[in-house]
């Protein structure tokens, strides 16, 4: 099979995966021990790329990072886990997004709950997220491009990251964007009118009306436990039902699971454009990624599954 190239524009986090342990027994007293069970890079995009790169793509992160001992500590993730970062930056404001998920007891039902903390710098509650520059860095940035990219992949609807799609598109690139939540929604529509392919959750777009609108591209919305269904151009939303698992030990990552194996699915068929995908194609390559989602879950953090495939 051809190996493919992903250029990837979004959230690059660096996350912490703990699990609580009560050494004394859990009840009243409280007594815990958070266990760290793994840093590194996270993200959506950073999983979707690396992800990718585990099954042999070639995964360009774009990313301006912050030059400082946490950027670069995130960088190094990047490339322990096979990515190419010619396209990191490294600049004084660069971003950095730490994200702490804890595996803990609810204290009433003892059932098992997660919390996450974000943070920044310097122990900071906030964290930063960089894009170029449309009006001057993305002209650069498409300049210097070594190589046109099989896939362009964007999860911030930003000014930058639609301007760098909506010229690799002029170029051949397919197109895909995971819309993160839909807080400003015009931006969601004009990055939605310069993908071919738009991936949300059913939490994040729940009112999915608005598909109608487009006849030539691939919608996918997740549903958690119930599964998945999708809309190829104009045809009708299909569903597609989740692997059950028994045991779920840890949701976060399925989606973005979902996300590259899709793409890798869609990679054995040649990488086809949208307009020549068919409906029997698409639900083989989503029954697949829902598969491997359901795998995700047994184990803690987004993309330790990789280890035992």
């Not at 995971?178 to 015009?186: D, F, L």
């Not at 809309?231 to 699971?257: A, F, S």
């Not at 068919?278 to 803690?300: D, F, G, I, M, P």
Request: net charge neutral; aromatic share 12%.
């Amino acid at each position: 099979m051809r190996k493919y190239s992903i250029i990837g524009s979004g959230q690059y986090n660096w996350d912490m995966i703990t699990l609580r342990e009560y050494p004394d027994g859990f009840g009243k007293k409280k007594n815990h021990v958070d266990k760290t069970l793994t840093e590194e890079v996270g993200g959506t995009c950073a999983n979707v790329l690396c992800m990718l790169a585990h099954f042999g793509w070639t995964a360009l992160p774009q990313v301006k990072l912050t030059e400082r001992q946490e950027g670069r500590r995130l960088a190094d993730s990047l490339q322990s886990l096979g990515c190419d970062t010619r396209y990191v930056s490294f600049v004084p404001k660069g971003t950095f997004c730490g994200i702490e998920c804890n595996h803990k007891k609810d204290l009433l039902s003892g059932e098992h709950k997660l919390t996450i903390r974000a943070f920044g710098l310097d122990g900071s509650r906030y964290f930063t997220v960089k894009h170029l520059r449309a009006r001057d860095e993305v002209p650069v940035f498409l300049e210097n491009l070594s190589e046109v990219p099989d896939v362009y992949f964007f999860d911030h609807y930003e000014a930058g990251p639609r301007a760098i799609a909506r010229e690799l598109k002029n170029r051949g690139t397919l197109i895909y964007f995971e819309c993160e939540n839909n807080r400003e929604w015009n931006k969601v529509v004009k990055s939605v009118e310069v993908a071919d392919i738009v991936k949300f959750s059913d939490e994040n777009v729940p009112d999915i009306s608005f598909a109608d609108e487009y006849k030539d591209k691939l919608f996918i919305q997740t549903q958690g436990s119930k599964g998945l269904q999708f809309k190829l151009r104009n045809g009708d939303w299909i569903h597609v039902n989740p692997l059950q698992v028994t045991n779920v030990v840890d949701w976060e990552g399925c989606g973005d699971t979902i996300t590259a194996v899709f793409l890798y699915e869609l990679g054995k068929l040649g990488l086809p454009k949208v307009a020549d995908l068919t409906e029997s194609q698409v639900r083989s390559a989503l029954t697949a990624s829902t598969e491997k989602a359901a795998h995700c879950t047994q184990y803690y953090g987004s993309k330790t599954w990789l280890q035992y495939e």
